[in-house]
């Protein structure tokens, strides 16, 4: 009887020790499981802090190109407020030009005006869209040489006198 349980008490220890075994091999699996999810978290922190970084300076270009939309935008309201003024010029009378008038008594001459306004115009939208200005239009510093309709956009070598 006696040697029944030093067989079933080395049993025991057999199975604890197995069970101790299995237990530390399980440990194991799972340290190695957390130090590949630890690596992965680091490396998804690393990225998240360049896409962070990479927002700051998208931010800080998109404000910069705002800014420039903005001086833009004076310029053009500047341009616009000058060209409705030309446009709207008080006579030697003390009125108000009327143009249909002026187009009844000179067509030839009106005619020659307009068209010549309307180009002019037209090629100040499209600077105003992005086109870039030609070397004539940056050569310009005569009055006879600019754009009359927008020269601060046209021409930006022109220093009116």
């Known amino acids: ?6 067989i079933a008490m080395i049993v025991i220890m057999l199975a604890g020790a197995g ?3 299995m237990y530390v091999k399980t440990l194991k699996s799972d ?32 404000l910069e190109a705002n800014q ?3 001086e833009q935008n004076q310029v053009l309201k500047t341009e616009f407020a000058a060209l409705d003024k030309r446009f709207n010029k008080i006579n030697g009378k003390g009125e108000v030009r009327d143009i249909g008038d002026l187009a009844t008594k000179r067509p030839e001459s009106v005619e020659k005006i307009i068209n010549k ?14 086109a870039p200005l030609t070397e004539k ?10 754009n009359s309709e927008c020269p601060s956009l046209a021409n930006p070598n022109y220093v009116p006198y």
């Open 1 to 6: 009887m006696f040697g029944s349980i030093k």
């Open 117 to 130: 306004g309307s180009t002019n115009a037209m090629r100040c939208q499209e600077i105003a869209m992005g």
């Open 19 to 21: 069970g101790g075994f």
């Open 68 to 70: 420039e939309l903005q």
């Open 31 to 62: 340290l190695a499981v957390s130090e590949a999810n630890n690596a992965k978290l680091l490396d998804s922190v690393a990225e998240q802090q360049s896409v962070i970084e990479q927002q700051k300076k998208d931010f800080t270009a998109i």
């Open 137 to 146: 239009e940056k050569n310009a510093t005569k009055k006879s040489q600019i």
